[in-house]
């Protein structure tokens, strides 16, 4: 049987237990899908599903400011990632929101005829490049934590999706059709415009700490410090000199997206698991069966493939936030 999942066979979120079946019954009921593959394909590490589940509850969900908004953030997120699945799930959600017409140019691969819009999906794109000029803001200063969490979740999850699920958000790329793109999104329409209380997620994480000075004392700093921890666990997967080709080729990383001739990605007969960790931050959706079997041996379980594309993946967040102007960025405490 066909599922949405490349290299990986998540554990049935129907099976699940204590803080996953949490994370699951509020993803149900916060999110309006059930058991959706982008936090599924996580479940195989239990520490990663809840603080990526924390962070974008907290600010895409729960977030200051207009819904539709923060979609139009996370849609340019992904398409400066080129992801498609969260392309067109940030399409349907947007039809949820009620804004059928923008969702319908933004399909056909036209600009917002609203500024206000237009400016917001930029601002999302422009997050890719680190150090890129983010103000002034297409938004007022106090829902910074809200779109910036929603920008830095959703760089997280774009690479998480390209290198561990297929493309289509629907069976047979049923999304590629207006019709069932509008149905989708009134079906989700009740839960997406209903109001959700700030923090409710944080009861699933570990005492995450407060998180960046960026995100003000809202729910989305602890989020952000949980989903930061877990997915630097991955580390260990790797040896010292991996981990420092990791850290110095996103030291210099300018947001582009680097072929696979590119000299950032070593051979993956000689070093499978950086270069697994470097596709991951800088071009998941190149990684191929081959990159996973070769890195793969008896004791690599799912576990441990999801952890070490999740520290690539962060590896790329971690440079974008570190590399935001001094007065918005900060050490995690």
């Known amino acids: ?7 990986t066979s998540p554990p ?20 309006g899908i059930d058991r959706p593959p982008t936090f599924v394909v996580l479940s195989s590490a239990p520490e990663l599903l809840t603080a990526a589940w924390a962070l974008t509850r907290e600010s895409l969900i729960a977030g200051a400011g207009s819904r539709s908004g923060r979609e139009l953030v996370a849609l340019g997120v992904s398409l400066a990632n080129q992801c498609p699945f969260c392309v067109d799930a ?13 969702a319908e140019r933004l399909a056909r691969g036209e600009r917002p005829e609203s500024e206000e819009h237009a400016r917001l999906l930029d601002w ?20 910074l934590p809200a779109h910036l969490g929603t920008a830095l979740a959703f760089h997280f999850i774009n690479r998480i999706v390209s290198a561990l699920v297929t493309e289509n958000l629907l069976p047979r790329g049923a999304q590629r059709f207006r019709a069932v793109r509008s149905m989708a999104g009134r079906s989700l329409s009740a839960t997406v415009r209903r109001p959700a209380a700030p923090g409710a997620s944080l009861a699933l994480l570990d005492d995450p700490g407060d998180g960046p000075a960026w995100a003000g004392g809202t729910p989305v700093g602890p989020a952000y410090a949980a989903l930061r921890r877990a997915a630097t666990m991955g580390a260990g997967l790797l040896d010292g000199e991996d981990q420092n080709l990791v850290r110095q080729t996103l030291a210099s990383w300018d947001g582009s997206h680097p072929s696979l001739a590119h000299a950032a990605f070593p051979d993956r007969v000689e070093r499978p698991g950086a270069r697994l960790a470097l596709l991951a931050a800088l071009a998941p ?5 081959e990159d996973v079997v ?15 594309v999740a520290y690539g993946a962060f590896a790329a967040v971690d440079r974008i936030e570190r590399a935001l102007a001094p007065h918005t960025a900060s050490e995690t405490v």
């Open 294 to 308: 070769a890195w793969r041996r008896p004791e690599h379980t799912d576990h441990c493939l999801v952890h070490l």
């Open 285 to 289: 959706y190149r990684i191929t069966e």
């Open 1 to 7: 049987m066909s599922t949405p999942f490349r290299f």
């Open 12 to 31: 049935s979120p129907k099976a699940a237990t204590g803080r996953v079946a949490e994370t699951f019954e509020q993803l149900s009921r916060d999110f």
């Open 124 to 143: 999302g794109r422009l997050t890719r490049t680190p150090g890129a000029a983010l103000e002034p803001y297409p938004f007022p200063r106090e829902e």
């Open 90 to 102: 940030h399409t349907v959600l947007l039809h949820a929101t009620g804004d059928h017409a923008l």
